[in-house]
């Protein structure tokens, strides 16, 4: 009798998960395993909104599983530990797993799967949670790429990313069933509710994935070039916090985008779902240099940027967080984020512009913030993202791009729709108004005036500043010592 644990971590789908897969492939009976280990993932340990997105997912994933007769088995502590027991508990000689990239997981694995080994336990991993492993989009000479067009470019010429594993018919329990904790157990929800509204906006889990991914079908995917820039538009796919948990996996994504268009066209138009495809390809790339830079969630990958003077603007950071900066569009973004645990990515990059260029607040005080509330925190995306906007990334933007909240609310908000709807303090302001309230004629008079504030800070004189700031760090940097 073969008996195999299948480690989950982020991969909670039964459809193409190539671990479950292959434990149902090759054994009579199958341990379907969580522990929950936060402590092994310090310092970045999964934050608030994510803890809320696990447990709802753990609880969709049980009751998955057990409609295919099987069962999932909780554990809290060290991971080792608990695979050891469980295995000798059960007689398991063989442990698999889908890989993960962040590189204190990938440490540890490489650990555990040494340690399995002494106690004659067979380990065996899987990639499932990209298109294309981290080291597989390399340059002709074999170098890591740092800049995303040409990592793209190369990603695109590959063979394309096999069709995805059928969901198993059945999962063959274990009996008697190990023993396990119960969900709640885990402690994974705040006791106060701060996250009342997120079950109006997510159902976590891999059925609540697939409803995302038919929802975002034919049109969707192919006005995504044009729509993906307006906030107060469904323009978006909003599968990030499933495909950060696994929940359905890229090449799922990929292929379920592909031949929604095939279907439409013939020939399919090619271009106009690229757009939508890039971004998967921007995901593998995150992971990509995450995976070749290990120390990039905590230090700017670009060198010049080692010794730049950031501030201490302790207001600005708190208004930012609270959605209380007096800027419109920041604040619709940080009142989005803290009730729906998600932003538009339009948004993301204009609050993140307005905290680390304008406030030269330190980006890692934003990507902290972000990792605590969004139900899609991803290391590798997180860093990414926040590099890319502070300007220290190998692919930044360049140091001069200060997104200006007004022209870019102009733009991608121009009815201030987006606006309207999370900051109702401004309901009443008349559109050509929107974006500076305070140069409304009537807003001296507006009772709704006493509840929103002026800007926090001067945006025109802080964009002066942070260009001399960061000419002098470039000066400096390229200055002969
Ligand atoms: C400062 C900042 C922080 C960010 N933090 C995160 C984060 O913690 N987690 C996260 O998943 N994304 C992050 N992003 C990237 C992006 O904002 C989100 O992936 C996107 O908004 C998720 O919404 P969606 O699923 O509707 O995306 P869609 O536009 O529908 O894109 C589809 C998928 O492609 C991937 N993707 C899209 N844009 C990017 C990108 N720029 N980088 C990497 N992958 C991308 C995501 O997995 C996304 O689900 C961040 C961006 C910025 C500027």
Known sequence: MTITVVWLRRDFRL?????????????????????????????????????????????????????????????????????????????????????????????????????????????????????????????????????????????ASLAPPEPPLDEPRHVPRFNPVPKSLQIRELGLLDSIQWYAQFPGDWQPGEKGAQHRLQLFSGHAVLNYGHDRDIPNHEGVSRLSPHLHFGEVSPRQVWLHVRSGDNQMHDPPCESRFWPYLRQLIWRDFAHHLLYHHPGMSDCPLNPMYEAFVWGDNRELLEKWQSGQTGIPLVDAGMRQLWQTGWMHNRVRMIVASVLSKNGLVHWLEGARWFWDTLVDADLANNSMGWQWVAGCGPDAAPYFRIFSPKSQGQKFDPDGEYIRRWVPELSAVPTQHIHEPWTWPDWKNSPKKRNYPLPVIDLKQTRRRALDRYQQARQAWMKPP
């Open 15 to 155: 459809c193409d998960n190539p671990a479950i897969r292959h434990a149902i492939d090759h054994s009579d009976q199958v341990i379907l395993l969580y522990i929950h280990a936060p402590h092994e993932e310090h310092p970045w340990q999964p934050g608030a909104a994510s803890n809320w997105w696990l447990h709802q997912s753990l609880c969709a994933f049980r009751e998955q599983v057990r409609k295919k007769q099987g069962d999932l088995i909780i554990r809290q502590g060290d991971s080792l530990k608990s695979l050891i027991e469980v295995c000798t508990e059960t007689g398991s000689t063989t442990v698999c797993w889908n890989r993960l990239y962040e590189p204190v997981i990938i440490k540890r694995d490489r650990k555990i799967r040494e340690d399995l080994e002494k106690f004659g336990i067979r380990a065996i991993d899987f990639a499932g949670a990209l298109l294309r492993e981290p080291d597989e989009v390399l340059k002709e000479d074999g170098t890591v790429y740092r800049v995303y067009t040409p990592f793209s470019r190369r990603h």
